[in-house]
């Protein structure tokens, strides 16, 4: 880069007008690695200062302007080097000219739309960036920083329960039934299951959560499962008229909320895949797709609180009414 420069060269660096106070959020990064990025939200504003430091004091620095570009983009890793920008933005900095001494300048993206989740996945990243530029005539001086964007949700008007059936002809009769279909991503799920009819000997029964995400369309169209969780719910065979609870807490769990069809380019879906097992091996499974949602910090109550909240509703006991009780008692303990 000296070589080019006759001499001289820069460093750029991006400091955010609230580095202090913003939140940062854990984020996978392509190798699979977590980090940390600061965390925004649609329509909040981007701000900082971007400081370019020459490295030999004394010695100019020519350059054909100096910019800022806010970038969402996706990138399909079948189609490297393509990248869609669905978010592009620019602010010139500095006019074509040249730098005597090390100088800083102020950047604002005001209330900037940023429609999509960030998101890593097994085909596909969809990631929001800052990148400052200083233009040079063989070789530009660029830094980027990377932001986290989480989408979030209110509380869905319609959310009715799921009820499925599983039936062998005069072998196998399951009823099971989840208190609702559209999950919150610190959530509770609450069901039952019911043994209406048994005459093969099942030995174990599973529920999974799957992430299935699709990615290309048409003829390039590509399917990565994931098995995120596997919850046991029975190991040993059942009788008939046997009722089964289920209580499965979704927080403990890496799952972002459901996207479908983001810039026409990628669909990410969870599926309740319950699987039974019987004494020969043979497998049978039912899956029922549920959709999940990301709500704000405020919002949020204790897992406990939920969980018996969701036992109320669901199963309309009066046990239901004294874990809510306990739990509301603990929270004041706390």
């Known amino acids: ?9 820069a460093e750029i660096d991006i400091v955010l007008n609230d580095a202090e106070t913003r939140k940062k959020a854990e984020h996978k990064t392509e190798d699979g690695k977590k980090d940390n990025y600061f965390l925004f939200y649609d329509g909040e504003t981007v701000s900082g200062k971007i400081n370019v430091t020459l490295k030999n004091p004394g010695k100019r620095l020519e350059h054909q302007g100096i910019k800022i570009e806010f970038i969402g983009q996706i990138e399909l890793y079948y189609d490297r080097g393509n990248h869609h920008e669905f978010v592009s933005l620019v602010k010139d900095l500095a006019r074509p000219g040249e730098l005597t001494q090390s100088q800083t300048f102020d950047f604002e993206f005001t209330h900037v739309e940023k429609p999509y989740e960030s998101y890593t996945g097994q085909n596909v990243k969809l990631r929001y960036f800052l990148r400052a530029t200083v233009s040079r005539r063989l070789n530009d001086i660029s ?17 009715s329960s799921i009820k499925m059936e599983v039936g062998i002809e005069d072998c196998l009769h399951i009823e ?45 169209v590509y399917h990565e499962n994931d098995t995120i969780a596997k919850y046991e719910i029975m ?43 019987d ?11 549920i959709t999940l949602w990301r709500k704000g910090d405020i919002m949020r109550k204790s897992m406990s609180h939920q969980a018996a909240i969701a036992s109320q509703r669901f199963e309309g006991s009066s046990s239901a009414e004294k874990a809510l009780a306990q739990a509301q008692a603990k929270e004041q303990e706390q």
């Open 176 to 220: 099971f039934e989840y208190n609702k279909s559209k999950y919150h991503l610190k959530d509770v799920i609450v069901g039952k299951i019911y043994f209406l009819l048994v005459r093969i000997k099942i030995r174990h029964m599973e529920i999974d959560i799957i992430k299935r995400e699709t990615t290309g369309t048409g003829p390039n």
């Open 235 to 277: 190991d040993g065979a059942p009788v008939r008229g046997e009722s089964i609870p289920i209580r499965l807490f979704l927080a403990g769990y890496e799952m972002t909320p459901t996207m479908r069809d983001i810039n026409k380019k990628y669909s990410v879906r969870y599926y309740l895949n319950l699987v039974l097992i």
């Open 279 to 289: 004494e020969e091996e043979r497998r049978y499974f039912k899956q029922q797709e």
């Open 1 to 9: 880069m000296s070589f080019f420069s006759f001499g001289q060269s």
């Open 143 to 159: 830094k980027e920083m990377e932001i986290v964007v989480h989408t979030l949700s209110t509380y869905p008007e319609l959310n």
